[in-house]
């Protein structure tokens, strides 16, 4: 739509230009043919004529294009606009961003910016360094002290609200009615405080209220307070010496304030431990008492149950005594029994031992005779037998030398007959030996 204006208006500012070429060119003809005619001094001929006509149509066509150009207005971003009529004066009603229409020739659009503004006033902080403001705002506490403050003030126009802004307000706002109002606002609060209160203890309070009063009366005229900052309070510098020294007085104060209540607590935590350690001995030693009341019950409630389970005890002690009784004359019945059947077993055992034992040494004595027999038998066939018998007896490292029996041979008589003296055993088989040759003897 700003194209179309544009170009509507260099259409127009074209054909104007065009209507006041035709004019001029139909001027300096005349002018030029005049020249002629003095110069070469020909007879005089009729002027040229001037196309006026034509200028006159090009100036009414120039001024459509023009007006209509005239009655298109576009209201930016973040703007708000108020028709103003040359007949009626402010038109109600705002015009917001985009493109509108008005009556060319008559009403025209002041706009206005709608957007956040900041209004500064005293002492602010710029790029890190501190610089006055030159509508520097000071004010008088309840001592009559005066008191340099940087006050910040965030507002905007009201948009439903600009055409009274437009018709009643001073242009522009934020030069001619803000800090006026601010200040007043702020010279108006602060006499009610002290520096102190105003420095310290009662700063958001007294931002809180200033802030009121600003919206209050800005916000009758059609601005919209959106915050109001207290940055920075320069107190005078006698009193800030004197108040620093206070300030570090009533820190000390404080110190000595929670000191001593620390040490109060500190005492009070070490009361209530005591009293909370004798409660609960105290509460211990109701413990016990009651624990033992209760055991004593407990006793004397399990002993109603206790005797009676006692003397079943009692009785069933007796009762497996005598079962135990019973149980071992029966088994002593049963081992005697057994024993009994054991003695006849042995005494049978004995009795077959004995059989078969003289069994065995008739059997023995009947194979010794036999064998006597034999031995006689032979020892009568050969009597030089004895001699090898007795000489092997006695050990198996003696030569056996067969001598014949008779007086002939006095030396080996001789030697068996010491051998015999000085061992028992070889002296007892001879014995037997001699009796069994004598016996074939006698008997023969």
Excluded at 124 to 137: C, D, I, R, T
Excluded at 237 to 265: F, M, N, P, R, S
Excluded at 309 to 322: D, F, G, P, R, V
Aim: charged share 25%; with cysteine; proline share 4%.
């Amino acid at each position: 739509m700003i194209a179309l204006k544009l170009l509507l208006t260099v259409a127009g500012v074209v054909l104007l230009a065009a209507a006041l070429a035709i004019p001029l060119y139909g001027l300096w003809l005349r002018i030029r043919d005049t020249r002629r005619k003095t110069e070469e001094e020909t007879e005089e001929t009729e002027p040229r004529e001037i196309a006026w006509r034509s200028s006159v149509a090009l100036v009414l066509v120039a001024c459509l294009p023009l007006l209509v150009a005239s009655s298109i207005v576009v209201v930016p971003s973040g703007m708000g606009g108020v028709r103003v009529s040359q007949i009626g004066g402010t038109v109600p009603g705002t015009l917001y961003p985009g493109v509108h229409f008005v009556t060319p020739l008559v009403e025209s659009v002041q706009l206005f910016d709608l957007r956040d503004h900041l209004f500064t006033a005293g002492v602010v902080e710029e790029s890190g360094k501190a610089s006055a403001q030159k509508a520097g705002l000071s004010v008088q506490s309840l001592e009559g002290l005066n008191i340099g403050l940087a006050v910040t003030v965030r507002y905007r126009l009201d948009p439903n609200r600009l055409d009274s802004v437009q018709a009643h307000m001073p242009q522009p706002v934020d030069k001619e009615l803000v800090p006026p109002v601010v200040a007043s606002a702020w010279r108006e609060l602060a006499p009610a405080y002290t520096v102190r209160e105003i420095f310290s203890t009662k700063r958001e309070e007294v931002r809180s209220k200033a802030a009121a009063i600003i919206s209050r009366k800005l916000g009758a005229d059609g601005i919209v307070v959106e915050e109001v900052m207290l940055s920075d309070i320069q107190l005078p510098e006698e009193y800030a010496k004197g108040l620093e020294g206070l300030l570090l007085k009533e820190q000390e104060d404080d110190q000595l304030g929670v000191t001593t209540d620390i040490q109060q607590k500190q005492v009070r935590i070490a009361e209530l431990q005591a009293e909370a350690e004798a409660v609960q001995k105290v509460k211990e030693a109701e413990g016990e008492a009651q624990s033992k009341v209760v055991e004593a019950k407990g006793e004397a409630d399990a002993m109603q149950y206790t005797l009676p389970l006692k003397e079943k005890q009692i009785e069933q002690s007796k009762l497996e005594a005598q079962a135990r009784k019973e149980a071992t004359i029966e088994n002593a019945d049963a081992d005697a029994q057994a024993k009994v059947i054991d003695s006849k077993a042995e005494l049978q055992r004995r009795n077959l031992l004995a059989e078969a034992e003289a069994g065995r040494i008739k059997l023995i004595a009947t194979a010794n005779a036999e064998r006597m027999t034999s031995e006689a038998e032979l020892l009568n066939k050969s009597p030089l037998l004895i001699n090898k018998i007795v000489a092997e007896r006695l050990s198996d490292k003696i030569q056996v030398l067969m001598v014949p029996s008779d007086g002939k041979f006095f030396f080996a008589n001789d030697v068996f007959k010491s051998v015999a003296a000085s061992n028992p055993v070889v002296k007892q088989e001879m014995d037997s030996e001699s009796e069994l040759g004598a016996e074939p003897k006698s008997g023969h």
